[in-house]
C-alpha cells in the first residue's frame, strides 16, 4: 500500500532573494519566515495534496540562487517533472536575468518538463514589472504565469495545486498512448503541454475549487490525508 | 484489513486511542475480536512498541520477533512492510519517538537476517521506511534514517537487486551536505555525507544497479563534498593565522570527526574507485565546482583538492587528471591571467605526481601541450604584461617540475622535443623572438632539472646541432639563454657560480674531476663545435652581461674537459678569441679588451686545471705584463657605454699570448704540440658541419682537414690508452672489483705483453698515416689494386684498339692518353679510404 497515487518532482530556480525559500515555507508549513537566510545548496521540502480525488506526493526541492551554487543547483534540474522560475516583480535585475535561466533550464533539464513563471512579492507597492510585461514574456516562451506574494499567501496555494492538476494530466495522457518515446511522441507530448497551459488557465480562472479544498488541507498537512484515506477505506 | 483499521486507528478520539494502545500491548488480551483474528507476526510487531512512547524499544519482544522472523523468513517481507505502514502513520501524527522505534527494529531485523535469501523485499521496506524518515523536517529522524541507511549499506547483499534505485538518496544525502540548521548543522552535514558514502560503497561495486558515475549523481555527490571540504579549508586558514598570532593554541581532537574530514575521506575513496572511464565523471563537476565558486584565486583549495586527487587515484589514471586539467586550462584561454597563473600553478604542483606514470608518448603530449599553451599565451599578447608573463612562468614551472620526475634519458628526449618546436632564428618577428625566449627558458628548466653524468648522452647531435645555432642568435637574451642552457647541461661539479666572474685569479672553490674517456671522444667530435659557436658569440655583442655569459660556459667547458689530450684544442680556442680581437675591424675598442682579457683569463684557467706549469708561469709573466702596462687586459671586463675608447692602446703586440710559446711551454712539460703548432686558431663564422668534422674520409678535403684527421687519430690512439700512456694527468681512477667475473676477464684479457706489442703496431700504424706523404701512402696500399688495375687498362686498350680500327685518326694520341695521363678518377684511394 502506497500513500499516493503519483510522485512529482518540483524544482524552483531563480535569482537569489526573489523569495523561492519563501514560497515553499508558505506552502509547505504555512508560515512566512520574516529573516529568511540565503539558501545554501539545495533545501528539499515535500508535501502530500489531493487532487481530483487523487493523493499527490510533491517533492519539492528549492535551490540556492547564489552563481557559486549553480553547479549543484544545476545537477537537481534533470529529474524534474515541473520547474517553477521565480522572480520579483518589485526588482527589475531578476526579470531581466530570466533569459539566462531559461537557456540554462534548455541545457540542463528535461526536455518535456513543465515550466511555470511566477512572478513573486505582488504584496510590494514598489511594483517594477507589471503583470502584463510577464504574462507576455511567459507567453512568448510557452510558460505558465502566475502572480504570487508568499507574504500574504496570496497564489501560492493554487500554483502548486495547478502543478500537480498538470501533472496528473500529462502522467494520464503519457499513460492513455503507452508507447515508446520516439522523437514523435516528443512532439505529441509537447504539444500536449501547449494545450495544457491554455486548460489550466482556464480552470485557474474559471474556479477556485481546488485551491480552496488545498487551503482546507493546508493545517495539518498530511496527516488528515492520511487518516482520511483510513477512514474512508473502514 | 478495514476492520482491523477501524479498530486500530480511530480517527479522532485521543483518550480512546491511548487506552486502546495499552490495552493491545497485553497480546493475551486486545479488544476481543481482533487479537485472534491479526495475524502473529502483525501482534509480534505491534509489541516491540512499548506503551510510553520514552521508554523505547520492548527488548525481549523484538528478541521474539527476531526470533519468529529467522524461523519463519518467508514472512520477513510483511513484517517490514507493517512496520514501514505503521511508521508512516506515527510519522504523520508527528510521534517522532514510535517512528524511530520501528526504524530502530528494522535495524535490529536487517542485521538479524542480512544472511537470509528473502532479504530483498524487506530491503525495499527498509529503504521506504528510510526515505520516509528522510523526507520528513525533523532532523533528528533524518540523521537516524541515514545511520540506518550506512549500517545497510554495510551489508554484502548476495542477490542483486536490479530495480533499487538510489537517486532520492543521492539528491536528499547532497542536499544534507548543505544544511543549514543552527543547532545540527554539522551532525547533518555529517549524516548527508556518510549518508553519500553508504550510496558510493553500495553502488561503486557492482554493476547491476545504478551507475553512481553518471553525470546527474556526480553532479551532486562531487560538489556536495567539495563545498564541505572548502569550509575546512577556510577553518584552516583561520586556525593558522590564529596560531600564529598565538590567540589558539593547537587542539588535536582525533575522535572529534568533523564534516571537512569525512568528506575528504569519502573524496579520496570515491577517486580511489574510479576506473579509468569515470575519472572524468568526478573531475567535471570538480572543476565545476571551482570555477562557479571562484576558488581558484587563491588556489589553496584548488591545490589541496587536487592533491587528494592525485594521491588517492589509482596510479595508472594520474595523467588522465593532467590532462583534464590541461584541457580545462584550454576552456579558460578567455579568463583573467590570474586564473591562469593559478590554474597553472595547480598543474605545476600535482604535475610532479603524475610524471613517474606517464612514460613515452603520454609525456610528450603533456609537454606539447603545455608547449602550446605557452605558444598561444605568447601570440595573443601584444605586449607583455606582469600578470600574463607570471603565467607564462608558471607554465615553465610547470614543466620542470614535470621534467623533474622523469629519468634521465626522457629528459633529453623531453629537452629535443621542446628543441625541435623553437622557431627558426630566420624568423624576425618581435612575437617569433619572444617565443623563442619562452621556449629556450623551458629548455633551461628542463636542462637545470637534469643532472650530466656523459656529454655524449647529454648532447646527443640533434639537439646540439640547433643548440649551438641559437647561440649565434642575434638577439642577446636568446643567446644568453643558451649559454644558460649550456651551464646547466655542462656543469657537472656546480662550479657555474664560481666561474660566474672572468678572473685571473684562481677560484679557490673550484671542484673537479678529470673527464673520463667517452667525455674526451665527445670533445674530439663536438668540442670544436662548440667552441666555433663560443668565438662567434663573443663576437657578436660587447655587453658585459653577454660576454660574461659565454665565459662563464668556455670556462665550465675548460673545466669539465680539458685534459693533456684535450688541451691543445682549447689553446686553439683560446688565441681564436684573442685573433678575433686582434684582426676583426668592426668590434669596438671595449669589445676587443674584454676579448683579450677573457682569452688570457681562460688561459690561466686551463693551466692551472690541467695543472701543466710550464703553461701557468707563461701566463703569469703575460698577466703580470699586463698589470703593468695595460690593465683594461684584464679582468674586470670593461663596460663599453662607461669606458672612452681614446686610453685603450691596442697595438701591444708583446702583451699577446703567443702561439709558439705555448708550444714550446706543452713540449717542455713533455706533451705533443704538434695539433697546436699546425692547427690555425679558431675564427669567425666556420661552417661547422658535424657530421662531416668527425668522418675520417671526407675531412681530408675540409678546410680543418688537419684538425680533424689528428683528433681522430689521437681517438685511435686512445682506444689502447692506458694510464701510464698520458704523463701528468691522473686518470679516473675505476674502483677495482676483485669478483669472480673480474678475475675471469684478467684471464682472458690479452697479457700485458701482448697488449703493448699491439699498441706499437697500431702506434705505428698511425705513425706512418700521419706523417708519410699521401703518395707515398698511395704507392704503399697500391699494389692490391694492380690486378684489378691492369685489368681495367687491359680493357680501356682493347677499347682503344677497337676505336683504332674505326678510326684510323689521331689514335696514338688517345692511346697515350688511357695509359699514360691518368685521368682524375682513377687514382688510388689508399686502402683505408675505403669504406
Sequence with gaps: MEDYKFLFKIVLVGNAGVGKTCLVRRFTQGLFPPGQGATIGVDFMIKTVEVEGEKIKLQIWDTAGQERFRSITQSYYRSAHALILVYDISCQPTFDCLPDWLREIQEYANIKVLKILVGNKTDRHDREIPTEVGHYFAKQHEMYFLETSAKEAENVERLFYEIAAELIDQARSKDGSSAATTAAQRQTDSGSIGLGFSSLSAKAAQSNCCSGLGLGNNDNASGTVGSNNTSQGG | ?835
Design chain 2, 1 to 835: 484489513m478495514a476492520l482491523i483499521r477501524c479498530c486500530f486507528e480511530p480517527p479522532e478520539l485521543p483518550e480512546f486511542f491511548d487506552g486502546f494502545v495499552q490495552k493491545c500491548t497485553d497480546p493475551s488480551c486486545c479488544c476481543g475480536c481482533c487479537s485472534a483474528l491479526r495475524p502473529r507476526y502483525k501482534r509480534l510487531v505491534d509489541n516491540i512498541f512499548p506503551v510510553n512512547a520514552e521508554d523505547g524499544l520492548v527488548k525481549s519482544n523484538m528478541e521474539k520477533l527476531t526470533f519468529y522472523s529467522l524461523s519463519s523468513p518467508d514472512k520477513l517481507d510483511r513484517i517490514g512492510e507493517y512496520l514501514y505502514q505503521k511508521a508512516t502513520k506515527d510519522i504523520n501524527r508527528k510521534r517522532y519517538k514510535l517512528a524511530e522505534i520501528a526504524m530502530e527494529a528494522m535495524d535490529l531485523l536487517l542485521q538479524a537476517c542480512h544472511a537470509q535469501t528473502t532479504l530483498n523485499l524487506f530491503v525495499e521496506s527498509f529503504l521506504r521506511m528510510v526515505q520516509k524518515l528522510l523526507e520528513d523536517s525533523n532532523p533528528n529522524l533524518k540523521i537516524m534514517a541515514t545511520n540506518s541507511f550506512v549500517k545497510f549499506a554495510n551489508i554484502n547483499e548476495d542477490t542483486p537487486s536490479y530495480h533499487r534505485r538510489y537517486d532520492f538518496f543521492i539528491s536528499k544525502f547532497s542536499s544534507m551536505c548543505h544544511s543549514d540548521n543552527h543547532d545540527l548543522r554539522d551532525s547533518l552535514r555529517l549524516a548527508g555525507i556518510k549518508g553519500l558514502q553508504g550510496v558510493i560503497r553500495k553502488t561503486v561495486s557492482d554493476d547491476l544497479v545504478e551507475n553512481i558515475w553518471d553525470a546527474q549523481h556526480m553532479e551532486k555527490i562531487v560538489p556536495s563534498l567539495l563545498f564541505n571540504m572548502q569550509f575546512c579549508v577556510n577553518v584552516m586558514f583561520v586556525k593558522k593565522n590564529l596560531m600564529a598570532t598565538g590567540d589558539l593554541t593547537p587542539v588535536e581532537d582525533a575522535t572529534h570527526i568533523t564534516p571537512p574530514v569525512l568528506a575528504e575521506e569519502v573524496l579520496r575513496e570515491l577517486v580511489g574507485r574510479a576506473s579509468f572511464g569515470h575519472i572524468r565523471s568526478v573531475l567535471k563537476p570538480l572543476l565545476m565546482h571551482l570555477d562557479r565558486h571562484e576558488l581558484w584565486v587563491p588556489n589553496t583549495f584548488a591545490i589541496h583538492t587536487f592533491r587528494i586527487v592525485m594521491i588517492s587515484i589509482q596510479p595508472q589514471y594520474s595523467y588522465t587528471v593532467v590532462e583534464t586539467l590541461m584541457q580545462h586550462l584550454d576552456n579558460n584561454f578567455k579568463s583573467s591571467p590570474k586564473t591562469r597563473t593559478s590554474l597553472a600553478v595547480v598543474l605545476s604542483k600535482i604535475i610532479a605526481i603524475a610524471a613517474g606514470e606517464s612514460v613515452g608518448p603520454s609525456a610528450l603530449d603533456i609537454i606539447n601541450n603545455l608547449l602550446t599553451h605557452l605558444r598561444t599565451s605568447v601570440s595573443t599578447t601584444t605586449e607583455i604584461t606582469a600578470e600574463e608573463s607570471q603565467y607564462q612562468e608558471a607554465l615553465i614551472n610547470a614543466l620542470g617540475e614535470f621534467a623533474n620526475h622523469h629519468p634521465d634519458y626522457q629528459k633529453i628526449e623531453i629537452m629535443l622535443f621542446i628543441m625541435n618546436t623553437v622557431p627558426d632564428l630566420s624568423k624576425k618577428s618581435k612575437s617569433d623572438q619572444m617565443l623563442q625566449n619562452i621556449l629556450l627558458k623551458s629548455l633551461l628548466k628542463v636542462g637545470t632539472q637534469y643532472s650530466t653524468v656523459s656529454f655524449e648522452k647529454a648532447f646527443p647531435a640533434s639537439f646540439l646541432q640547433p643548440l649551438l645555432r641559437m647561440a649565434r642568435a642575434p638577439h642577446d637574451p636568446t643567446r644568453m639563454i643558451v649559454m644558460q642552457i649550456f651551464q646547466a647541461l655542462l656543469d657537472r661539479h656546480q662550479n657555474e657560480q664560481v666561474l660566474s666572474t672572468v678572473s685571473v685569479k684562481p677560484y679557490t672553490a673550484l671542484s673537479q674531476e678529470p673527464p673520463s674517456r667517452s667525455d674526451i671522444i665527445f670533445t674530439h667530435k663536438y668540442g670544436a663545435n662548440i667552441m666555433q659557436a663560443l668565438i662567434d658569440s663573443m663576437a657578436l655583442s660587447d655587453r658585459v652581461d653577454a660576454l660574461s655569459s659565454s665565459y662563464n660556459t668556455a670556462a665550465l667547458l675548460i673545466v669539465e674537459m680539458s685534459c693533456s689530450e684535450t688541451v691543445q684544442e682549447f689553446l686553439l680556442f683560446i688565441l681564436g678569441i684573442q685573433q678575433v680581437a686582434h684582426t676583426v675591424e668592426s668590434l669596438g675598442a671595449v669589445h676587443k679588451c674584454n676579448l683579450h682579457s677573457i682569452a688570457i683569463a681562460l688561459l690561466v684557467l686551463i693551466s692551472r686545471v690541467t695543472g701543466i706549469n710550464n703553461l701557468l708561469e707563461y701566463a703569469q709573466k703575460i698577466v703580470d705584463a699586463r698589470r703593468e702596462e695595460a690593465p683594461y687586459y684584464l679582468a674586470p671586463l670593461l663596460e663599453p657605454k662607461k669606458t672612452s675608447a681614446k686610453n685603450l692602446n691596442l697595438s701591444l703586440p708583446h702583451l699577446a699570448i703567443d702561439k709558439l710559446a705555448l708550444g714550446e711551454c706543452l713540449q717542455n712539460a713533455g706533451m705533443d704540440a704538434q695539433r697546436l703548432n699546425s692547427g690555425a686558431p679558431y675564427a669567425l663564422h666556420q661552417t661547422d658541419n658535424p657530421a662531416h668534422r668527425h668522418s675520417w674520409v671526407e675531412s681530408v678535403s675540409a678546410h680543418m682537414t688537419q684538425r680533424n684527421s689528428s683528433a681522430d687519430l689521437t681517438v685511435y690512439t686512445g682506444d689502447v690508452d692506458s694510464v701510464n700512456s698520458s704523463p701528468g694527468v691522473c686518470k679516473r681512477v675505476l674502483s677495482q672489483e676483485y669478483t669472480f667475473d673480474a678475475m675471469k676477464r684478467a684471464l682472458a684479457e690479452p697479457t700485458e705483453a701482448a697488449k703493448r706489442e699491439q699498441r706499437e703496431k697500431q702506434l705505428q700504424i698511425v705513425r706512418t698515416f700521419r706523417e708519410s706523404e699521401f703518395d707515398e701512402l698511395v704507392r704503399r696500399t697500391e699494389p692490391k689494386h694492380d690486378l684489378i688495375q691492369n685489368r681495367l687498362n687491359e680493357l680501356f686498350n682493347s677499347l682503344a684498339m677497337e676505336r683504332q680500327i674505326t678510326q684510323s685518326g689521331d689514335n696514338k694520341t688517345l692511346q697515350l692518353q688511357a695509359t699514360n695521363d691518368k685521368p682524375i678518377y682513377e687514382t688510388n684511394f689508399p686502402e683505408l679510404f675505403y669504406y
